[in-house]
């Protein structure tokens, strides 16, 4: 939609479609499944299970892709392997096997991935790790992907710790094996969403002692779509030191 659609006096009234949950993540693929054939091995609430977080959207993209995959093979049915593969291919976006990658760059992804995946194992609060590849996928040269149990609306603050422990898992396998000169870029992504984690702990979740369960920085609401929330800043310049160093905190402990 043109975004000048959403200004006040136009379109102002807005209708939130939150994800569907497992139950209703069946009932959409039984939609989207309903005109293709399926082998007897396709069981629905498996998938559902296996899906947590999917959009309705993605749940169609998945079929799709599980019904192209079968075609390709010549197969008259779509069987539970198609959806595994399509499942992946969503997830984790496609496979980019024609990027010819050194024979180090392969060696220093696959230490950095065992860091993610080794402590999503030993720790305690973490999801089980679902899958690890180290053929480039999407943007990455690896990826490591956990799948939660059940859906979960409300994260425990141990299980966000975890989480930022997990992030952290990449960089702290390449420091290990590599020493402190071998460090790469590749843990940029994971250092982005390890900080945002841990500024949402301090800022909005209350999760932190020494700030206490206050929000900090009210959110300013988008007028219009694609806008970044802006953060108003309603706090002084010694508690945003505070801030800055609560969130290292969290981080470099995690690390
Ligand atoms: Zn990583």
């Keep these: 939609l043109d975004p000048a659609l959403l200004r006040p006096g136009r379109f102002d009234r807005q209708v939130v479609v ?28 498996v998938i559902a299970r296996g899906t947590p977080g999917f959009s309705g959207a993605d749940l169609a993209n998945l079929v799709n892709e599980a019904a192209l995959s079968a075609a390709k093979k010549n197969k008259r049915k779509v069987g539970m392997e198609e959806f595994e593969f399509s499942k992946d291919k969503v997830l984790m976006g496609p496979e980019r096997r024609s990027v010819v990658i050194s024979e180090e760059e392969r060696r220093i992804t696959a230490y950095h991935e065992s860091g993610h995946a080794i402590l999503g194992m030993l720790l305690p609060n973490a999801d089980p790790v679902h899958k690890m590849t180290i053929i480039p996928r999407g943007l990455s040269l690896g990826l490591t992907q956990s799948l939660p149990e059940t859906d979960k609306h409300n994260l425990k603050r141990e299980y966000i710790n975890d989480q930022i422990t997990l992030l952290m898992g990449g960089r702290a396998a390449e420091e290990i094996v590599f020493g402190k000169g071998g460090i790469t870029t590749g843990a940029q992504n994971d250092i982005e969403r390890a900080t945002k984690t841990a500024r949402k702990m301090v800022c909005e979740w209350g999760m932190s002692e020494k700030l206490g369960p206050l929000q900090y920085g009210q959110k300013e609401e988008p007028i219009f779509i694609g806008k970044e929330i802006a953060r108003h800043k309603d706090y ?20």
């Design 236 to 255: 002084s310049e010694k508690t945003s030191e505070m801030i800055d160093a609560e969130i290292r905190e969290i981080v470099e402990s995690a690390y």
């Design 18 to 45: 939150d994800i569907p949950d497992i139950k209703g993540r069946e009932g959409i693929l039984k939609v989207h499944t309903s005109k293709i054939p399926l082998a007897k091995s396709v069981n629905l609430h």
